[in-house]
């Protein structure tokens, strides 16, 4: 009997170790995909679909806030909110994809070549990777949310990559404050 509680003991202790190593483990995984400019591992660790269908109601939200009550309520306000709604979808819609993401890795990879940022003294030599994930510092929120605060700059609130158990693996499902309020 003894052996029976002590191997579901080690085994509970291994269950909540890999539940709570998971999240940790997702970040790296994440930050080696994005220094290594690999879309396809990258969807691996994004739910695209629910991370697009967040940033929409974040630039939704942030454009009724800008445009104020007199014009949202006024038929043109609501004609140009929904342009405007149409427009920042659309722009969500192609950015937040694995080929928009990689787009904009290319993006950075140009703009270090540009500022000279390079791995050698070669002037073809590769590109410094991006390191967006190297100063994150990660919480749980609750036993099933993690969150991951990234630094911006002086004066800006981080920005929170919230990850969520997806089956057995952990995916970002939701991007905080990622439009300014």
Request: charge should be positive; aromatic fraction near 8%.
């Amino acid at each position: 009997m003894k052996k029976f509680v002590a191997f579901v003991l080690v085994l509970l202790l291994a269950l909540a170790a890999w539940w709570f190593s998971g999240p940790y483990l997702t970040v790296h995984g994440l930050a080696q995909a994005i220094e290594q400019r690999d879309t396809t591992r990258l969807e691996r660790y994004v739910d695209f679909p629910r991370v697009r269908l967040s940033l929409r109601a974040q630039v939704s939200d942030y454009m009724v806030r800008q445009a104020g009550p007199d014009v949202a309520g006024s038929p043109l306000g609501a004609l140009l909110y929904g342009l405007g709604d149409q427009l920042g979808g659309a722009a969500v819609d192609t950015v937040i994809t694995p080929m928009g993401i990689g787009a904009l890795l290319q993006g950075h990879a140009l703009y270090k070549r540009g500022r000279n940022e390079l791995q050698g003294n070669d002037s073809w030599a590769p590109t410094q990777p991006a390191q967006p994930l190297q100063q994150a510092k990660g919480r749980f929120e609750r036993l099933d949310r993690f969150v991951v605060d990234l630094d911006r700059g002086p004066g800006q609130p981080p920005l929170q990559v919230v990850l969520e158990p997806q089956g057995l693996r952990w995916q970002v499902v939701d991007l905080r404050n990622a439009v300014p309020q």
